[in-house]
């Protein structure tokens, strides 16, 4: 390893970095990416040599400030195979370009892959840890209070490291038209779409989740959605395109079909299947059975519809029309199929104020779970217009008599209707806004609706919405992730 390093740290008289990254900043540099884009000269020339998921100059540098991660540390014999070794687990951290460190160095640049194989070993090997029960890296840490991964370390983790694998592909200049542009970028970028998206409603139970890392999950998973959308718009059309770098194999980065480990426990105490012969592991579109359909494991219509629900709100929906344009005019087979449809089913039902077809869609069965997990963004705002509405409506007063009309609605229908947990989430919305509850009716006659402010500061105060268990989770059927 030392041999390696000291390779890359002469290499062209480049310096290496002295100071240490901790890697964990919680900022969105959302002009990350498009920076990158403006510097394609000076990547059109790389090509990345590292071969390992960590380079081993970072690695030996890790090693030495003691900055190796719990996730990384090896358990030979226990939650890992007997001969590995941190080469095996560790993951090259997210580092932005300094005076005193440069990314484009090839020793330091993984090819495409290699970033596959680490998209695949995140998610056999990381993913499911906080979900598989006592860890013994954490029981032996002095700094843990639990035996356990938390959901947020093992967020942060793989935030960190997918952010690190984009940059990589950047380096190289996998930027669609006028760079590179292969299947085996397209899916790397896919699978850290899909895992933002299911973040998005699976950590939403966490309150430091919802209150810090929501908005930069949104970001990121923004960030990843543009740079699709150019590899999906490549002129020379290469989105579909194996390379021979690939080495003719047909794994697309997967080792094996499940979850490596314990089989993981949902947060509601279920058990997660976790089994080969399971019906969602033969589903799965990425491994053997990506490699022998013709999208060679992408999945462009899933994607273009989870951007259009992404960006929903963007511009009062003018760039989901646009956007829906192009897509009819220079995709039209994209542009027709279902997830693509149901996107803009969706978009219409919000953009219509249709409270009523808009959690329709979203209790359906037929609607996919990544989708509902974005969904889960707008029912905060979508449930406060419908409060709003039905107040004016049911709590209308007659012009003679003074009466209010359809004063009485039962509060279970208000539940399904809104999809709310249970009556007692139904009920705290109610009065968060004003709205008076009886047992089990809901009173429209002595309310007033309005948004309750901070009394120092005069923010509105939002209300989050609960993890969506019974509509939203149901949909995985026991699956993992």
């Excluded at 008289?13 to 964990?24: E, F, I």
């Excluded at 687990?89 to 596959?116: C, N, Q």
């Excluded at 770098?245 to 079909?257: A, E, F, P, T």
Aim: glycine share 6%.
């Amino acid at each position: 390893l030392q041999g390696r390093a000291q390779a890359s740290e002469s290499n062209d008289d480049r310096t290496t970095p002295v100071g240490k990254d901790d890697g964990n900043n919680n900022d969105v540099d959302d002009d990350d990416d498009d920076l990158a884009h403006r510097n394609v000269n000076n990547a059109k020339s790389l090509i990345g040599i590292c071969t390992s998921m960590c380079p081993d100059e970072e690695l030996l540098r890790r090693e030495k400030e003691g900055d190796i991660q719990l996730l990384e540390i090896t358990d030979p014999g226990g939650l890992h195979p007997t001969h590995w070794t941190l080469r095996d687990t560790a993951v090259k951290r997210f580092r932005r370009s300094a005076a005193d460190f440069k990314l484009d160095i090839p020793e330091l640049v993984r090819p495409p892959e290699v970033l596959e194989r680490v998209c695949g070993y995140l998610e056999e090997w990381v993913m499911e840890r906080d979900r598989q029960g006592p860890d013994k890296r954490w029981a032996q840490a002095a700094t843990t209070t639990s035996d356990t991964p938390p959901p947020l370390d093992v967020y942060q983790f793989i935030w960190d490291r997918t952010r690190m694998i984009r940059k990589d592909f950047i380096l190289q200049n996998y930027i669609g038209t006028g760079g590179k542009c292969d299947a085996r970028a397209v899916r790397c970028h896919e699978r850290i779409a899909r895992w933002h998206a299911m973040c998005e409603h699976q950590l939403s139970h966490i309150p430091d989740f919802v209150k810090h890392q929501s908005q930069q999950n949104i970001a990121e998973l923004g960030q990843t959605m543009k740079t699709l959308n150019l590899y999906y718009d490549d002129a020379l059309g290469r989105a579909l395109t194996e390379t021979a770098l690939s080495g003719g194999s047909d794994s697309q980065g997967c080792v094996s079909d499940i979850v490596m480990g314990k089989s993981p426990i949902d947060f509601d105490g279920s058990e997660l299947s976790n089994d080969a012969q399971s019906s969602d592991v033969s589903q799965r579109i990425i491994g053997k059975n990506g490699a022998r359909s013709p999208s060679r494991g992408t999945a462009e219509p899933e994607m273009r519809g989870l951007y259009i629900l992404l960006t929903m709100n963007n511009e009062g929906g003018m760039e989901v029309l646009k956007y829906s344009g192009r897509l009819c005019t220079q995709k039209p087979d994209i542009f027709y199929s279902k997830p693509v449809q149901l996107a803009l089913t969706i978009f219409r039902a919000k953009k219509d104020h249709n409270y009523a077809k808009f959690f329709r869609l979203l209790r359906c069965p037929s609607t996919p779970y990544l989708f509902s997990c974005i969904m889960f963004k707008y029912v905060e705002s979508m449930r406060k217009e419908t409060l709003l509405m039905m107040s004016r409506v049911y709590g209308a007063k007659h012009k003679t008599t003074g009466e209010a009309f359809y004063d009485s609605y039962p509060l279970e229908k208000l539940v399904n209707l809104l999809c709310y947990e249970d009556e007692s989430e139904a009920t705290e919305a109610c009065r968060h806004y004003g709205i008076t509850v009886e047992g089990d009716q809901v009173l429209w006659r002595h309310s007033k609706f309005r948004e309750p402010r901070d009394p120092i500061k005069q923010l509105i105060i939002p209300l989050k919405p609960r993890k969506m268990i019974r509509t939203i989770e149901s949909k995985l059927s026991g699956a993992t992730r």
